[in-house]
């Protein structure tokens, strides 16, 4: 019985070659990745036709730089939650969609979700990452849940009672700069910019223990988080620098990395000096010696925090915690605070109402420090 063989049919080569045969695996293994992809994709858009969504500036950018950091952005998105005030749907470029949440319902159901149903956003998060590490704004899972209890003692009563005098001193500054342009004739200022300023002053005196004056002089330290800060919102309008490879290509995909190197280096460099200085001696002694003579701030607690196994954190992770809450706290603290005392400055029956509450408080005395 005649037997036909791969050469005579002219595939010899090609069963041979095992170069083209990890070719044809990988052209295989592409296109399969690019079906699952498209799958998911799909199925993504199906799952998401409940939620409403406005108008596309355009099929390729979709919705990015619809709502701008701008004060014209904030009247956009005002807009948009009175048009849409249950939720909507918005498109980053051509393949990514968010949803936004507005109604307070819809947002508990998610923000009391354990974080295996919710996952945290891979996306604008991952710009974050090479500045904040993978402290408790970035991290998820066994990791967060070990580090938010190690955690926990940074806010007890006793810790944050002294920081109450950082805090007077602080906005203690920020008023003498604010009745210096006063008497000088000025009527305008930027809010946000003095309060971030005092919320960054404040911040670094709790969490270092370090007085940079930054409300009265410029500090590196201080300018390097405020431009990280606006860079990472900028670089999630442009869609074309959300690859790495690109984005640190670009002049501010350098600046970045520059600004990143010396908060990195300004939080090491405490750590390793506190690091040098911890005690010998067991660590309640050490907590009430320190108590007695000056406030024990966010780096001490960190480098005492033990794990239910004894485990330290280590430099990497405490930098990353310090890190966070030098970012997380500052902003978030400016914002709240900006947007009250704007209400407050438009409606000043409740100021008044504020002044009286205040004043009963105090009972008629003239502290040089508000209390506890």
Known sequence: MPQLSLSSLGLGPVAVSPWLLLLLIGVSWVLARVLAWTYTFYDNCRRLRCFPQPPKRNWFLGHLGLVTPTEQGMRVLTQLVATYPQGFKVWLGPMMPVIRLCHPNLIRSVINASADIVPKDKVFYSFLEPWLGDGLLLSAGDKWSRHRRMLTPAFHFNILKPYMKIFNESVNIMHAKWQLLASGGSACLDMFEHISLMTLDSLQKCVFSFDSHCQEKPSEYIAAILELSALVSKRHQQFFLYIDFLYY???????????????????DAVIQERRRTLPSQGVDDFLQAKAKSKTLDFIDVLLLSK??????????????????????????????????????????????????????????????????
């Open 249 to 267: 290509l670009t002049h501010d995909g350098q600046r970045f990395r520059r600004a990143c190197r010396l908060v990195h280096d300004f939080t």
């Open 307 to 372: 794990d239910e196994d004894g485990k330290k954190l280590s430099d990497e992770d405490i930098r990353a915690e310090a890190d966070t809450f030098m970012f997380e706290g500052h902003d978030t603290t400016a914002s709240g605070l900006s947007w009250v005392l704007y209400h407050l400055a438009k409606h000043p029956e409740y100021q008044e109402r504020c002044r009286q509450e205040v004043q009963e408080l105090l009972k008629d005395r003239e502290p040089k420090e508000i209390e506890w």
